[in-house]
């Protein structure tokens, strides 16, 4: 098993690594359009993105995706960078409890449709894309378990045998008449499910189906098999192995979870996401669209997410916060006319820092306006996890309950500090 963070580390591989990567080439090639580590960026490129090849020293590593690949007997965890540390060796309970991570980040997730019921993975061990099948396949075999409704349709149709009733009128107008008498019309009760055919699905198919009230739990089944379908690829390649990867886009599911938990543990924080885009030119080519638009009583703040590292290096003056980000937030504040701008980052495992990196830039165009712009990491890891392995099976809400509070006081805080309180 190998063990790649985004961007960090980069490991030897034992295979053809020619092979893995004309795989990696096929499996970008094949992924869904509607996919959601698509965008407008990467759609046009052809050659894959999911892993950086070095063939000199015939190694890879890992660029912005987590998930996992299975190729030729190999399996590669992608991991997310804000738990990597340099020279650590990592455990099974370790991985397990990254893979717990992501689970509850996407439980708040919108967009990808994570399936929103208490999951449970406790200390299941095996890929992330493993735990996923493990959920889904616990929680169908419950549902059909116990779903006690059961419907039957009445069916007409022709047989060599009689099932149900005889529709009598139809058999001697339509058959006994027609020299058919060997043909039977019956009319019977059918299960829904008794006979149906197998039809290839899609992403795009399972987001449109919907259910009537009575069958709501069921919806967590679409939503499972949507974020299957979405995300993972599997092909038969060079006609001789059954190969397959699930890949999500971390820059995303960030950006996503923090607006998912804003919006449902925050009563006084009303937040928007993605909003309208406005442009930074008069041909509207360029268009702007911010992360979050947070409205707190009549104060209104742009939030950008960015999931980037900051804070590792005590000697950088910009404390990890790239010139481009500034210049993204000023073009904000210019175009929205907002002057209070926050940045969000993540945590790591290795450091975490409850303290504000505030920077002001003086808008001489608008009469010298004053545009703050404030930086925070937010505290999405549970510590606790990799310092005591999971022993039992709990449920997502039980394992994050720590965190889940102590990123509400956080937010909390940082608004509170926004209005002067």
């Known amino acids: 098993m190998i063990n790649l963070f985004e961007y960090q580390n980069k490991v030897e591989y034992e295979g053809s690594i020619d092979d893995l990567e004309n795989f990696l080439d096929d499996l970008w090639q094949k992924r869904e359009n509607n996919s959601y580590y698509n965008d407008p960026e990467t759609e046009k490129i052809e050659v894959q993105r999911f892993l950086q090849f070095l063939h000199k020293s015939n190694e890879i590593k890992s660029n912005k995706y987590v998930g996992v690949i299975h190729f030729e007997g190999q399996k590669i965890n992608l991991l997310p960078k804000i738990f990597f540390e340099e020279g650590k060796g990592y455990s099974?309970?370790?991985?397990?409890?990254?893979?717990?991570?992501?689970?509850?980040?996407?439980s708040y997730c919108r967009k990808i449709k994570f399936p929103s019921y208490q999951t449970s993975p406790g200390s299941v061990k095996g890929d992330f894309f493993e735990i996923l099948i493990y959920l889904f396949s616990k929680y169908t075999r419950e549902l059909l378990s116990n779903s006690?409704?059961?419907?039957?349709?009445?069916?007409?149709?022709e047989l060599f045998f009689i099932k149900g009733r005889?529709?009598?009128?139809?058999?001697?107008?339509?058959?006994v008449t027609k020299g058919r008498w060997h043909k039977l019309n019956c009319v019977y009760d059918a299960f829904i499910l008794d006979e149906v055919s197998d039809v290839r699905a899609t992403a795009e198919m399972c987001s449109s189906i919907l259910f009537n009230p009575i069958f709501k739990d069921f919806e967590t089944v679409r939503d499972y098999c949507f974020l299957f379908l979405n995300n993972s690829i599997?092909?038969?390649?060079?006609?001789?192995?059954?190969?397959?990867?699930?890949?999500?886009?971390?820059e995303y599911v960030f950006e996503d979870?923090?607006?998912?938990?804003?919006?449902?543990?925050?009563?006084?924080?009303?937040?928007?996401?993605q909003v309208s885009a406005k442009y930074l030119d008069q041909s509207e080519n360029f268009s702007l669209r911010p992360d979050l638009f947070l409205e707190l009583d009549k104060k209104k703040i742009i939030a950008d997410t960015k999931y980037?590292?900051?804070?590792?290096?005590?000697?950088?003056?910009?404390?990890?916060?790239?010139q481009v980000d500034l210049y993204q937030m000023l073009a904000y504040a210019v175009r929205f006319k907002i002057d209070e701008i926050i940045l969000f980052y993540p945590d790591t495992l290795k450091d975490y820092q409850d303290k504000r990196t505030e920077i002001t830039i003086k808008d001489e165009l608008a009469d010298g306006v004053d545009i703050n712009i404030h930086?925070?990491?937010l505290p999405i890891i549970n510590r606790s996890l990799f310092e005591n392995p999971i022993q039992k099976e709990a449920l997502l809400s039980e394992l994050f309950e720590s965190t889940r509070i102590g990123l509400i006081e956080r937010i909390i805080n940082i608004f509170n500090l926004q209005q002067g309180i």
């Open 92 to 106: 099974d309970s370790d991985i397990n409890a990254m893979h717990n991570h992501i689970l509850w980040w996407l």
């Open 257 to 273: 979870f923090i607006f998912g938990f804003i919006d449902k543990e925050t009563e006084e924080i009303r937040a928007k996401a």
């Open 234 to 250: 599997s092909l038969e390649y060079k006609n001789e192995l059954k190969l397959f990867a699930f890949f999500l886009p971390m």
């Open 375 to 377: 930086s925070y990491q």
């Open 308 to 322: 980037k590292i900051i804070y590792s290096d005590n000697s950088d003056p910009k404390e990890g916060i790239s």
């Open 148 to 157: 006690i409704y059961q419907q039957y349709e009445e069916v007409e149709n």
């Open 166 to 175: 005889l529709n009598t009128n139809k058999y001697i107008n339509q058959n």
